[in-house]
């Protein structure tokens, strides 16, 4: 008779042992779960924006009365100048009760101008906005923002189109002087969407 050393007796017993317990379902068993109430809509889905074309540009009137001049955006702005910024996104909305907000932040537009003229650019801004969506359809969106989307608008093309004139003169009646000299549009618009809770 051949002996056999006691650990791989010992081995093989816990192996059959293991096998035997897992297989007849009195193994080990954890169940882990987690819950969060939410007080919103829950959507999944695609939320995002493509970035269009954006031009800037300078109207300027001519002198003699006949049709202005259209100047390239970083042309040295002139007392009498219009500013027109046109700027587009394709809204990216495919999902179950998704609703969100698009908004145009023009913060950074005129960050690089003199205080003096940034506030008068601001204050005169008109904004105009436009949905077109994939089928033709045109939605004018209130100017100013921000602006709702759901899932109907995917595809759809925003277009901004904003515009400010510079006043002959400075808010304080006299000449521009050194705050217009040489200054161009330098600045930058940001659209952001934002899903809705």
Do not use: K, N
């Not at 004018?140 to 595809?155: I, K, N, R």
């Amino acid at each position: 008779m051949r002996v056999v050393p006691g650990h791989l007796v010992r081995a093989c017993v816990a192996g059959v042992l293991a096998i035997g317990l897992l297989g007849g379902g009195a193994g080990t068993y954890a169940a882990w779960s987690d819950t969060e109430t939410h007080a919103g809509r829950v959507a999944a889905g695609e939320l995002g924006l493509d970035a269009g074309s954006t031009t800037i540009a300078v109207i300027r009137p001519s002198a003699d009365g006949s049709a202005p001049a259209t100047l390239p955006g970083d042309a040295p702005l002139v007392a009498g100048d219009t500013l027109r910024i046109t700027t587009e996104v394709t809204v990216r909305a495919r999902g179950t009760s998704l609703a969100a907000t698009l908004l145009l932040d023009l913060d950074g537009l005129f960050g690089t101008q003199a205080p003096e003229l940034a506030e008068v650019l601001r204050r005169d801004l008109v904004v105009d906005v436009e949905m077109r969506g994939p089928s033709g359809s045109v939605r004018q969106a209130p100017a100013g923002g921000p602006w709702s989307v759901t899932e109907a608008d995917h595809g759809a093309t925003v277009t901004a189109t904003i515009e400010t004139t510079l006043p002959a003169t400075a808010p304080d009646g006299a000449a521009w002087g050194t705050a217009l000299q040489g200054r161009s549009t330098a600045g930058a618009v940001r659209w952001s969407l934002t899903q809705e809770a």
